[in-house]
Nanobody, 125 residues
Framework: QIQLRESGGELVQPGGSLRLSCVAS????????MGWFRQAPGKDREFVGG????????YYGDAVKDRFRISRNMIINTVYLQMDTLKEEDTGIYYC??????????????????WGQGTQVTVSS
């Protein structure tokens, strides 16, 4: 089992920046990938970004690829999501996810078998 805890969500003005963190605990030696998803009210959960843990390959959703960046600290089993030039449409609950076995794709929600509780990001003036 892997447990995930997100933090860093808050209210921010359009054009601003925010950094989310997600700490993994438990059987982290099995980590294969970690990812970020978001869900706005009335919309489907959307892939934001993901990283293959031991290799470092990173993937981003089209809506954020020029503004968001993922990084990781493998010593403390933490993945970060740096969000810049935030827009009102970035508002939503941001979820951290993890997978503990090899999979060919990490850009879909079905690729992950562990999820955090989510952290609210609100972009508004």
């Amino acid at each position: 089992q892997i447990q995930l805890r997100e933090s860093g969500g808050e209210l921010v003005q359009p054009g601003g920046s925010l950094r989310l963190s997600c700490v993994a605990s438990g059987r982290t030696s099995n980590l294969y990938a970690m990812g970020w998803f978001r869900q706005a009210p009335g919309k489907d959960r959307e892939f934001v970004g993901g990283v293959v843990w031991n290799i470092g390959s990173m993937y981003y959703g089209d809506a954020v690829k020029d503004r968001f960046r993922i990084s990781r600290n493998m010593i403390i089993n933490t993945v970060y999501l740096q969000m810049d030039t935030l827009k009102e449409e970035d508002t939503g609950i941001y979820y951290c996810a993890a997978r503990d076995s090899v999979r060919s794709t990490i850009t879909t929600s079905t690729a992950y078998n562990y999820w955090g509780q989510g952290t609210q990001v609100t972009v508004s003036s």
